[in-house]
């Protein structure tokens, strides 16, 4: 059917079990113990479950933990506070989590404004929470000393899409009218997402870009939601990786959309998007994932479109590595470079002016 083809391009987020990795694929040791963690949890594939049903499966960031209490590991983002606060979405007041670094020195000389990350979580629009994805924002804010807003966007089935797309702007323009009260300068806010908070990120970009307000200085995409077609290389090579595989995604289109047109939507088809105008972009891909061509592809696109772009793609991790920096040498690598992209664009803002 039309509508399974081309949904199964939105391998959104994910966090069932699947099947074993094709012989060509295999993660390095640090990702599999992670696998093999996940896996002990004992979860069920999500497409066999209801939304509700698949928001209480176990997660990539439940199994790093565990083997943070086995290894008896110490998170190393102490000088991160965070508080959990209400912003204007869309339809309503959303929650939104305020991550701040914790600088350090003389406390009688006065603080200057951070710049603002505003970061979108993943989860195919349907599952995961602020909750699941913590270490990511919490870990950035560190590595940038820069505040990190975390948004909890309305998710499908019970809001189809563009709910989450239309809550990801509202945040967006929430903090470039509230920057100064968190404490951030309002002339340096950059984007950040992960798999179907990639997307959005991007989204939110060109939806500024639109309405002729101030563009993120940065956009960081970390192996983003992307395109719709399911016969890339990648997708022939990781059809039953996991966290995520192919027999998922159906599923998850299903739950976000309320017609099968709605995957040509360049929203959610960002290749079909138009991207000129925007400012410099990072992507990173795993290459362990049905998403990784697609990201590539986009990157490629930024590049051709003028937009400065950075791309790069981690062997022998999955879909989900980025906020597993506790356990995974790739994550933290992959972290640092991002945070250097997004402090790089920062300080280049602060020395025009702008």
């Given amino acids: 059917m039309l509508k399974k083809s081309l949904s199964s391009g939105f391998a959104l987020g994910l966090f069932a079990l699947s099947t074993t990795l094709s012989a060509a694929e295999k993660p390095n040791k640090q990702m599999s113990a992670v696998l093999d963690e996940l896996a002990s949890k004992g979860g069920k594939p999500i497409e066999t479950l209801s939304a509700a049903e698949a928001r209480k499966q176990p997660t990539p960031a439940d199994a790093v933990h565990s083997l943070m209490e086995k290894k008896n590991i110490k998170s190393d983002t102490t000088h991160v506070k965070s508080e959990d606060i209400q912003i204007d979405g869309a339809a309503g007041k959303i929650t939104a989590r305020v991550y701040r670094p914790i600088l350090t020195g003389n406390a009688s000389v006065k603080t200057p404004a951070l710049p603002l990350v505003v970061y979108y979580h993943g989860g195919g629009f349907v599952i995961a929470t602020n909750d699941t994805y913590d270490a990511t924002p919490r870990s950035m804010a560190q ?9 909890e966007y309305r998710k499908a089935p019970e809001n189809k899409f563009p709910a989450a797309h239309d809550d990801a702007f509202a945040a967006y323009q929430w903090a470039l009218k509230n920057a100064a009260n968190l404490g951030a300068d309002p002339k340096r806010i950059a984007v950040l997402g992960e798999s179907a908070g990639g997307n959005l990120a991007l989204n939110v970009a060109i939806k500024a870009r639109d309405a002729g307000i101030q563009i993120p200085l940065h956009e960081v995409l970390v192996y983003p939601v992307a395109g719709i077609d399911t016969n890339t290389e990648s997708y022939r090579q990781n059809a039953e990786a996991k966290p995520l595989n192919k027999q998922m995604m159906n599923w998850f289109i299903t739950n976000t959309t309320s ?29 362990i994932d049905p998403l990784r061509s697609e990201g590539k592809a986009l990157a490629d696109k930024l590049e051709h479109a003028g937009v400065k772009t950075s791309y790069r793609n981690y062997k022998g991790v999955t879909h989900e590595f980025f906020g597993m920096a506790a356990v995974v040498d790739e994550a933290k690598d992959a972290q640092k470079k991002a945070a250097d992209d997004l402090k790089d664009a920062f300080r280049i803002s602060s020395l025009s002016g702008r």
Avoid at 143 to 151: G, M, R, Y
Avoid at 271 to 285: E, F, Q, R, S, Y
């Fill in 143 to 151: 590595l940038t000393n820069a505040i990190f807003l975390s948004v």
């Fill in 259 to 287: 017609k099968s047109s709605d995957v040509n939507d360049p929203r959610l088809n960002l290749m079909a998007a138009d991207v000129k105008g925007l400012k410099p972009a990072t992507v990173i891909t795993a290459d």
